[in-house]
């Protein structure tokens, strides 16, 4: 298991190293440069010049590709050019728990919904309830965030009036939150509530169907038989022996999932107007904001990395007979 | 399905059905793939003859439009944000004073048009890709696979966000050349032609494993031993004895995958890297106007619900075309 453990974390060593690579060739590919404005203004050649040298702009592309890499691995990108009293890091730290959070709840919110309604699916398959399950999970799956979004927030923010309808955390935009929120404020519930929802729907929809799909392979085997043939209650097999080996499949989509509902956040953050990280993935590109988007993508990748490893290291948990040695 | 059914013809003659004919049977005796198949085909319908105008010769007077009331990008200063229902916009206005109903017919265009050039871009190349690899010498196939594994460890999401950063700014910019011409051609398509690039270059991925997976088990089969046996070349045996028998499972997967395009679609629209002011495209109908929710609802939820409607068609269609094709996914 350790072996497997480091060989995988050796292998992602170059991918991440590929994808800086890739991300400094794309983004130094974009025309225009991060100093050719401030606000609607054009900056002046010599003004721009010094900028540029300032920050090793001038420098060779490869010297720059180099310290590029270099402050990747050191997770340090100095500071954001759009904004240039910050660092990216600062931005981050600022920034990534408040989609982390919320990714957390989403993906929970998924996990508490999904699986229990794609196990009554499949336990009670071809009932009308297992039709009225799938029905409302292939809804799910067809409703992006922004539609659910919108939805959502105008029934029950702006008709009904229960929810607050923007912000995270509080009413106002609070700077700092730090990983761990204050739990047991009502308010961070209050307003955590449909912004997860929202991001949480289609996922749990997805999770649902693949519970349903799987489960159902796996009621069929002997072994389940078996287990019903020597006496066990019918809840207590399905749910002990049969959900546990059926959850592989589900595991497998959960790590491009996690990462997904990251970056997912983003329309979901510009729509309940919660200060996350998600614009940052898509302004650092327009600005050419280069430390803020390697920054961002970085992040990311590591996320994504993890992500698919922990789900490898869960299939050893979810199915004994998988080994890593 | 090695036995096929037999019926009687009309006159009186023993008919087989093909595999294909029975998987069609399946699938339109599917209820809810049908409703979603004549939905699409409604929506191909509306692409098509959007801007279609009735000549003035049938009628007399004007040239009247056939489909969609108003041209997309009609401004009109007085009659922005009306309700649905006032007359002469059935479903309002928005806050250019643009006839919602004609942007949200006309923006079936840009999704349809997505959806369709992504799907046989990624089918074509990611087919091309695993049939080579699944027939390649396997030191070949092992070093295209770790290829392919390698690009599925990449944020592909961050990646069409560059890149189509990087398309917008060339055009904005102007170009020449061959670049200069992709410009050209994105520009009369209203930004639909760098969306089909990057969506076609970044998701062959699944199709190429697949490809190569069902290759692979049906290069085993004996069929295959016996064209070779009667000397059937490589290619003969690829274009003859493999793609058929490959090509449904990766049609259906290709189905299934479409609403996800749309929806990447819309996402780029939404963010602001999509198709280009004016052209109507649901994201963009929607993230021009959710932060008037509170006072004009219509005006978001109209579009979102004809995205939504249409990724449902084409789940219903997909979930479909897989039971019909491959009973046994059946429920899945």
């Known amino acids: 298991m350790i072996q497997y453990l480091v060989r995988r974390l050796l292998w992602a060593i170059p991918v991440l190293l590929a994808i800086m690579v890739v991300t400094f060739f794309?983004?130094?590919?974009?025309?225009?440069?991060?100093?050719?404005?401030?606000?609607?203004?054009?900056?002046?050649?010599?003004?721009?010049?010094?900028?540029?040298?300032?920050?090793?702009?001038?420098?060779?592309?490869?010297?720059?590709?180099?310290?590029?890499?270099?402050?990747?691995?050191?997770?340090?990108?100095?500071?954001?050019?759009?904004?240039?009293?910050?660092?990216?890091?600062?931005?981050?730290?600022?920034?990534?728990?408040?989609?982390?959070?919320?990714?957390?709840?989403?993906l929970l919110f998924a996990l508490c919904i999904g699986i229990p309604m794609g196990t009554i699916a499949a336990v009670k398959q071809n009932t009308i309830v297992d039709y009225?399950?799938?029905?409302?999970?292939?809804?799910?799956?067809?409703?992006?965030?922004?539609?659910?979004?919108?939805?959502?927030?105008?029934?029950?923010?702006?008709?009904?009036?229960?929810?607050?309808?923007?912000?995270?955390?509080?009413?106002?935009?609070?700077?700092?939150?730090?990983?761990?929120?204050?739990?047991?404020?009502?308010?961070?519930?209050?307003?955590?509530?449909?912004?997860?929802?929202?991001?949480?729907?289609?996922?749990?929809?997805?999770?649902?169907?693949?519970?349903?799909?799987?489960?159902?392979?796996?009621?069929?085997?002997?072994?389940?038989?078996?287990?019903?043939?020597?006496?066990?209650?019918?809840?207590?097999?399905?749910?002990?022996?049969?959900?546990?080996?059926?959850?592989?499949?589900?595991?497998?989509?959960?790590g491009p999932m996690f990462a997904g509902i990251v970056t997912g956040s983003m329309i979901v953050e510009q729509i309940f107007g919660i200060a996350g990280m998600g614009k940052y993935f898509v302004t650092s590109v327009t600005n050419r904001d280069y430390p803020m988007i390697m920054g961002a993508v970085l992040l990311y990748s590591v996320l994504l990395v993890g992500a698919n490893l922990l789900v490898d290291v869960s299939y050893a948990w979810l199915d004994p007979r998988i080994r890593y040695d | 399905m090695a036995l096929q059914k037999r019926t009687m013809g009309a006159n009186g003659e023993m008919r087989g059905r093909s595999p294909t004919q029975d998987a069609f049977r399946r699938l339109f005796r599917h209820r809810a793939a049908t409703v979603g198949a004549?939905?699409?085909?409604?929506?191909?319908?509306?692409?098509?003859?959007?801007?279609?105008?009735?000549?003035?010769?049938?009628?007399?007077?004007?040239?009247?439009?056939?489909?969609?009331?108003?041209?997309?990008?009609?401004?009109?200063?007085?009659?922005?944000?009306?309700?649905?229902?006032?007359?002469?916009?059935?479903?309002?206005?928005?806050?250019?004073?643009?006839?919602?109903?004609s942007r949200t017919l006309y923006g079936t265009r840009v999704s349809l048009a997505v959806a369709i050039v992504a799907a046989t871009v990624a089918l074509i190349v990611g087919l091309t890709y695993g049939v080579i690899s699944g027939f390649a010498p396997s030191g070949v196939d092992n070093a295209m696979m770790r290829f392919v594994d390698f690009l599925y460890g990449f944020p592909l999401l961050i990646f069409i966000i560059l890149m189509q950063a990087l398309f917008k700014a060339v055009s904005r910019r102007g170009a020449t050349g061959f670049v200069g011409m992709m410009v050209g051609i994105d520009k009369a398509l209203g930004g639909m032609f760098f969306l089909f690039v990057a969506l076609g270059i970044l998701n062959w991925i699944g199709m190429?494993?697949?490809?190569?997976?069902?290759?692979?088990?049906?290069?085993?089969?004996?069929?295959?031993?016996?064209?070779?046996?009667?000397?059937?070349?490589?290619?003969?045996?690829?274009?003859?004895?493999?793609?058929?028998?490959?090509?449904?499972?990766?049609?259906?997967?290709?189905?299934?995958?479409?609403?996800?395009?749309?929806?990447?679609?819309?996402?780029?629209?939404?963010?602001?890297?999509?198709?280009?002011?004016?052209?109507p495209s649901w994201g963009l109908m929607i993230s021009e106007t959710y932060q008037g929710l509170r006072t004009y609802p219509w005006e978001t939820l109209i579009p979102g619900a004809a995205l939504a409607t249409t990724t449902l068609a084409f789940n219903f269609l997909g979930d479909g075309l897989r039971d019909a094709f491959d009973p046994r996914l059946r429920g899945t």
Request: glycine letters at 8%; aromatic letters at 10%.
């Open chain 2, 208 to 279: 190429a494993r697949l490809a190569r997976g069902q290759t692979l088990s049906v290069k085993q089969k004996e069929y295959i031993e016996s064209a070779r046996a009667l000397g059937a070349s490589n290619l003969r045996i690829v274009f003859r004895h493999v793609l058929p028998n490959i090509i449904g499972p990766c049609i259906v997967s290709e189905t299934l995958a479409i609403p996800g395009y749309i929806l990447t679609e819309a996402f780029l629209s939404f963010i602001g890297l999509g198709v280009t002011p004016p052209t």
């Open chain 1, 26 to 106: 794309l983004a130094r590919a974009i025309p225009g440069g991060p100093f050719d404005f401030r606000g609607d203004k054009q900056i002046p050649e010599t003004i721009r010049k010094n900028l540029e040298r300032k920050y090793g702009l001038d420098l060779p592309l490869h010297q720059q590709l180099g310290r590029w890499i270099w402050d990747a691995i050191r997770f340090d990108f100095g500071p954001s050019y759009a904004s240039r009293s910050q660092t990216v890091t600062d931005i981050l730290k600022r920034t990534f728990p408040i989609s982390f959070q919320l990714g957390v709840l989403a």
């Open chain 2, 38 to 101: 004549i939905y699409v085909l409604l929506l191909v319908i509306v692409a098509l003859f959007v801007d279609t105008t009735i000549p003035a010769a049938i009628f007399g007077g004007e040239a009247r439009p056939l489909i969609a009331p108003k041209h997309y990008a009609e401004v009109s200063f007085f009659e922005r944000d009306l309700p649905p229902g006032t007359p002469g916009f059935p479903l309002g206005t928005d806050y250019l004073g643009r006839d919602i109903l």
């Open chain 1, 132 to 254: 009225g399950a799938t029905f409302a999970a292939i809804l799910g799956v067809s409703m992006p965030t922004m539609v659910t979004g919108p939805l959502l927030m105008w029934v029950f923010a702006l008709i009904l009036g229960w929810l607050p309808a923007a912000r995270w955390g509080t009413d106002y935009t609070q700077l700092y939150l730090g990983f761990f929120p204050n739990l047991l404020s009502g308010k961070f519930w209050l307003h955590a509530i449909l912004p997860s929802l929202t991001l949480g729907l289609a996922y749990s929809a997805s999770i649902a169907r693949l519970t349903r799909a799987s489960l159902l392979q796996v009621i069929r085997e002997d072994y389940i038989r078996t287990a019903y043939a020597k006496g066990l209650p019918g809840r207590r097999t399905v749910i002990l022996h049969g959900l546990r080996n059926s959850l592989i499949p589900v595991a497998t989509v959960l």
